[in-house]
C-alpha cells in the first residue's frame, strides 16, 4: 500500500521498514534455544542393529527416539558436543529446529492510582465500546486534560487480551516523561525503537516486536513498519506533529500510513493531539473518525490566562520586554519557574557590518550564517558549512554585529539579568550529546532550573508542575509565512507551548510579544480558543481550495545548474497537461530556498479535488518520466500529501 500509494519502489520501502543491521544482513538475535529432532532417515537408522554404529551415535539416536527433541543445552548436559550434532545432521539423521518455551510470564504490571474524570471515562468508554476490528478516534484533548491516562488504561486492557500495542510519538528523545511513565506502569512489556539507538539496540527491539515477546512497542516514525503478529491497538500521539512526514526519500507520513496499518489489521487507531490537524478535524467532521473531547485539565488551575505585548510600544532587550522582564521577576519570586520559547538557535541569525551594509551568507545555500558564539562559529543551519567566527570584517576591517536573537544570547542576558538563578537551554546544540536532553529535564522537573529557553522541543509534551509562566518570545517568526499551513503550525505552538504554563493546582500565564498584536490568527487564540481557530482555518481552506478540500501531490527537481531543473519541471508540465482533466497544475517555480547544498531546487505543484484522479495522473506521468533523458540529468521526486510547500 505504501509504495503504491506514495509511488515509491517497493524494494526501497521495504529496506526502510527494516533495522540497519538487518539491511545490512546481520542475523536478529535467537530467542529460541536450537533444539534437535531425528529426520526421517534418523528414525530408520535408529530402528536399525547398533553393531553398525558406535556408542555415541547410538545413544544420541536413541534419546531423540525417546524425547522426540532435545535442546542444545540438554544434550550438551549429555556431553554431546555441538560440533558432534553437526556431523549427525551432515549424514541427515538429525536436524535442528527451535525449542518451543514455556509461555513467558504476563509482566508485572502497577495498577492505575489516578482517578478518571468523567471527560477521561466517557472519553475511555466509547474507545472500550469498538474493541472488535476497526475504528478510528480522534482524541482532542487540551494540555493537561489527561489523554496519557487514557492511553494506559487502552494499553492495559489490550495487553489483558493478549494483544500489542503500536504507540507513535512525534521524537523518543523528547518525550522521556511518557516512555518513564509506561515503563513504570507496564515494565518489561515495552520496547523503544528509533533512530538514536544502536544498530544492534534497534535489531534487539526489532526482533521482540516480530517474536509478540514486547507487547507494547513505542517508537518514532519508522515504528509505523514495527512487526506486531498479535496486533490489538495503534495509537498516534500529537498527531498533528509535522515530524510524522519523511523528509526525503520515502517521504511517507507515518500518521496515515498509522490508520491504514490499523485498518488492515483490523485494530483501533487513536489519534490524539490539543492541536489536532484541520485534516483529521475534517476527517471527524464527515464522520470518518469519531471525535472525543476532553476540554477540561486535571486539578484546579484550569486554563492558562494570555496576554499579549506590543513590540512597537515596548523597548526590549535582545529579545526580551520590559513587561515580560517584570512577569519574570514575580513568577520566580513566588518560587515558580518559568519557560521562554524561541524557535530560533544559536546566538544571532546573521553577522552584519554596518559600514558594507553586508550579512555573512553560506556560499553553498541561499541563506546567512548564523553567530554561534559559543563555539565560536558561523554554521549554515541548512547544510551545516561552518567557518570560523571573526567580528571584525574582512573587507573594511569594522566590528560587525549579530543581529537578531537566538536561544545562545537570549540565555547569556538572561545570566546576566540572574546571576543568581539556575538558567538552561534547550535546543539541537545543547541535547546532541547521548543523554544531556534527560539531564536538562531532569533538573527542570526537580526544580533546579528556574528559567529554561528553548525550541520547538519545549512543546513536546513535557510535564513541569512548577512552570507558572510561558513567554513566546518572536510570534511574528510564523504570521507572514508563504506555506498555506504556516498559520496552523503557529497556532498548534503557541498553544502547545502555552500548555506548559500552569498543571494540577497552579495558575499559568502566557506572555505573548508581537510587533502584530492585531493579527486575526493571535485574536482567535486569545479571543476563544483552538477550536475556534481550527473553524476559521478550515472555512479559510475550503474557499482557497487546499486541503483537506484537495489533494495535493509536489514534483520536486534539484541539480547543480539552475537551468537544467527547469527544462526537467517544464516538461513535465507540458507532458502532464495533456491528460490533466481534473488535475490542476502550477508552476514549475523556485523552492522556498532556491539553493541548498550547492543545488538549485525547483517544484511543480499537482492538485485534484479527487484523491484517485490525482493518483492516476501522477502514476501515468511516473511511467513517461523514467524514460526521459532529462530526468537523468536531475535529482527528482515525488511527495504525495506534502506538509511543506
Known sequence: FAADYYHHPIGAVINHALPPALRAGRAPPATHETAWRLTALGSEEARRPSARRGARQTAVLKNLAEARLLGSRELAARGVAPAYLKRLATRGWIEPCELPTAAAAPPERRAPTLTLTADQAAALQAIEAEAQGFAAFLLHGITGSGKTEIFLRLIATVLDRDRQTLLLVPEIGLTPQLVGRLRERFGDALVVLHSALTQRERLAAWRKAQTGEAMLVVGTRSAVFAPLPRAGL????????????????????????????????????????????????????????????????????????????????????????????????????????????????????????????????????????????????????????????????????????????????????????????????????????????????????????????????????????????????????????????????????????????????????????????????????????????????????????????????????????????????????????????????????????????????????????????????IAATLAAVRGWREARRVRWSIDIDPVEI
Open 234 to 617: 495503534v495509537i498516534v500521539d500529537e498527531e498533528h506533529d509535522a515530524s510524522y512526514k519523511q523528509q526525503e526519500g520515502f517521504r511517507y507520513s507515518a500518521r496515515d500510513l498509522a490508520v491504514a496499518r490499523a485498518r488492515g489489521l483490523g485494530v483501533r487507531v487513536v489519534l490524539a493531539s490539543a492541536t489536532p490537524s484541520l485534516e483529521s478535524l475534517h476527517n471527524a467532521a464527515s464522520g470518518r473518525y469519531k471525535l472525543l473531547r476532553l476540554p477540561r485539565r486535571i486539578g484546579a488551575a484550569g486554563p492558562p490566562a494570555f496576554r499579549v505585548i506590543d513590540l512597537k510600544k515596548h523597548a526590549t532587550r535582545q529579545g526580551l520586554s520590559t513587561p515580560l522582564l517584570a512577569s519574570i521577576d514575580a513568577h520566580l519570586g513566588r518560587g515558580n519557574q518559568v519557560i521562554l520559547f524561541l524557535n530560533r538557535r544559536g546566538f544571532a541569525p546573521a553577522l552584519f557590518c554596518p559600514q558594507c551594509l553586508t550579512a555573512e551568507e553560506c556560499d553553498r545555500c541561499d541563506a546567512r550564517l548564523t553567530v554561534h558564539a559559543r563555539t565560536g562559529t558561523l554554521l549554515c543551519h541548512h547544510c551545516g558549512r561552518e567557518r570560523p567566527l571573526r567580528w571584525a570584517c574582512e573587507r573594511c576591517g569594522t566590528e560587525r554585529i549579530g543581529v537578531g536573537a537566538g536561544t545562545e544570547r537570549v540565555t547569556d542576558v538572561l545570566r546576566s539579568l540572574y546571576p543568581d538563578r539556575q538558567i538552561a537551554r534547550l535546543d539541537r546544540d545543547v541535547v546532541s550529546r547521548r543523554g544531556a536532553l534527560d539531564a536538562v529535564l531532569e533538573d527542570v522537573a526537580r526544580g533546579a532550573t528556574q528559567i529554561l529557553v528553548g525550541t520547538q522541543m519545549l512543546t513536546k509534551g513535557h510535564d513541569f508542575p512548577r512552570v507558572t509562566l510561558v513567554g513566546v518570545l518572536n510570534a511574528d517568526q510564523g504570521l507572514f509565512g508563504t506555506d498555506f499551513r504556516s498559520n496552523e503550525r503557529l497556532a498548534q505552538t503557541i498553544v502547545q507551548v502555552a500548555g506548559r504554563a500552569g498543571r494540577r493546582d497552579q495558575p499559568g500565564e502566557v506572555v505573548i510579544q508581537t510587533s502584530f498584536p492585531e493579527h486575526p490568527l493571535l485574536q482567535s487564540l486569545l479571543d476563544a480558543d483552538y477550536t475556534a481557530f481550527a473553524a476559521l482555518a478550515l472555512e479559510e481552506r475550503r474557499h482557497a481550495s487546499w486541503p483537506p478540500f484537495s489533494h495535493l501531490a509536489v514534483w520536486r527537481a534539484e541539480a547543480p545548474a539552475r537551468a537544467r531543473v527547469f527544462e526537467f519541471l517544464t516538461k513535465l508540465r507540458e507532458h502532464a497537461a495533456h491528460h490533466a482533466d481534473a488535475v490542476q497544475i502550477l508552476g514549475p517555480a523556485p523552492a522556498p530556498l532556491e539553493r541548498s547544498r550547492g543545488r538549485y531546487r525547483a517544484q511543480l505543484l499537482f492538485q485534484s479535488r479527487a484523491r484517485n484522479a490525482l493518483q492516476t495522473h
